[in-house]
């Protein structure tokens, strides 16, 4: 069992940024599928940035060079720095992982992009 804690989500305005925190319950090492993943009202839950089993970090084109994943496993956390935050970015964003062939999720963060 892996509990996911989102954290850090708030109100912004265009071309602001935020730091999104995960805190998982116990320890995840590498070799994981985990990322971040957000859904917007009226809107599928889309991939926003991940990590594959082999450690590389892949970014939906609509992030990329905005939005960087990383994570700290001394903590436990993995994080999305977004910067450059567009009006479009406004949803829930989750995290996520597969851990021992299981999916879990976080309950979300709400991030919204106003003036």
């Known amino acids: 069992q892996v509990q996911l804690v989102e954290s850090g989500g708030g109100l912004v305005q265009p071309g602001g940024s935020l730091r999104l925190s995960c805190a998982a319950s116990?320890?995840?090492?590498?070799?994981?599928?985990m990322g971040w993943y957000r859904q917007a009202p009226g809107k599928q839950r889309e991939l926003v940035a991940m990590?594959?089993?082999?450690?590389?970090?892949r970014y939906a084109d609509s992030a990329k060079g905005r939005f960087t994943i990383s994570r700290d496993s001394a903590k436990n956390t993995m994080y999305l720095q977004m910067n450059s935050l567009k009006p479009e970015d406004t949803a829930v964003y989750y995290c996520?992982?597969?851990?021992?062939?299981?999916?879990?999720w976080g309950q979300g963060t709400q991030v919204t992009v106003s003036s």
């Open positions: 996520y992982i597969n851990f021992r062939a299981r999916d879990y």
């Open positions: 116990r320890t995840i090492l590498g070799g994981n599928i």
């Open positions: 990590y594959t089993t082999g450690g590389s970090s």
